[in-house]
């Protein structure tokens, strides 16, 4: 006889905490024993739960070390009515996903109609292959042309690229680099700017200081177009 012989119907019933009859409790003694082993083990197993990210000044995913954080979405979606135009665009033609290249607010100097221009600034450029590797080149300014041409700013070639506005009507815009000599030992500040039409963009949309926006961009065969996208106040 083993230790069980030992067990009386009064000690199972203490053990599971049930009420009955002798066989009322041997009937489901099995599936109670079974179900407390499962819950046993479940509450020992390591939690599954998703964390929950914060994005930082700099751009970087870290983990939530306070409920005070901003939340922000790991991957921000493109609005569906521009997706809409992009898809439009795309018909029958080879697309390429749309892509955030930046996400920034307007000053002064994006909406004056004298300078007609937004810039890009490259350290906040969440996105980098938005241009590729050709277009890079092209668009790069040699540094020995500054010192020959004795100009804090030379402005090189351009690209024109499809835009589409707030508004989703399209327009066309160039983008350019522009390397600024710092004073400090010859260090330049480099950013993409567009151009070309941007002041009537930003007249036509209403654009004005302090506004957030982002700039997603994506291709249609091959060609590099744009998405101005106002965020919500």
Known sequence: MNQ???LTIDDFKDKFEMEGNWLDVLAVVAGKGKEKLTRAMTQTQPSTKRETYDIDDHGEASAASTSKQ???NLRPLLPEEFEKVIEEMARGKILT???LV???CLFDTDLRPSHNMSSIPMNQIIRHDFLTDGEKRYLYTDPSMKKKKKKKIVKKKHIEVKM?????ELETVKISRWDMLKSNGGKTSSSYVIDGKWSPIVRRN???KDMQVQL???RVDQDLCFALVPLQP
């Open 4 to 6: 069980c012989t030992d």
């Open 70 to 72: 901003r939340k922000c």
């Open 97 to 99: 996903p749309a892509t």
């Open 102 to 104: 930046i996400q920034k």
């Open 164 to 168: 589409i506005e707030p508004s989703l």
């Open 206 to 208: 209403n654009l004005r």
């Open 216 to 218: 997603w961009s994506f």
